[in-house]
């Protein structure tokens, strides 16, 4: 990924309580974890409720979602559509893993593992619409990976 540009590299629970280290500017950022890393999956996990939503699916439907051997879980984008910025969208993605009341649906399975502060975001800015690159991103995701998306991206 730094050889693609991206920053950051910052745990989970690193940016919940120092998050102005993300630059306030559009982008895309990806969620990691380590290539061989073993899941435990919570019935119960740590995100908030959207329009009244359960967030929590079944432990079935998680391990059907897990691509064993890579490190990418979750492609985002901030902007492309939005005045959303790398700052506001993942201070928002945050305090959805924080259990608050936010509109961050997108990656919300991410919140259903036993480690979520421990996974690594890493961010990049671009000029370009950030939703062209995210869609390319997880295309190439697809390609490597047998047709499938990242473990917490529910759609392209």
């Not at 073993?38 to 939503?53: E, H, N, V, W, Y």
């Not at 305090?95 to 975001?121: C, E, P, T, V």
Request: glycine residues 12%; proline residues 4%; charged residues 20%.
């Amino acid at each position: 990924m730094k050889q693609h540009g991206f920053e950051g590299f910052v745990s989970i629970g690193n940016l919940m309580t120092n998050p102005y280290q993300i630059p306030n500017e559009q982008g895309v950022y990806v969620v990691l974890c380590s290539h061989s890393m073993q899941p435990t999956f919570l019935a119960k996990g740590s995100g908030g409720l959207f329009k009244d939503k359960n967030p929590n699916v079944g432990i079935a439907e998680l391990e059907e979602n897990w691509i064993d051997n890579t490190s990418i879980l979750y492609i985002g984008k901030a902007g492309g559509g939005s005045n959303a910025t790398l700052l506001s969208r993942l201070i928002q993605y945050l305090k959805f893993g924080m259990g608050k009341k936010i509109g961050h649906w997108g990656g919300r399975y991410i919140w259903q593992l036993a480690n979520s502060h421990d996974l690594i975001i890493c961010w990049k800015a671009t000029i370009d619409n950030p939703r062209d690159v995210e869609e390319r991103m997880i295309a190439k995701f697809k390609a490597e990976h047998n047709g499938r998306r990242p473990f917490a991206n529910l759609k392209d």
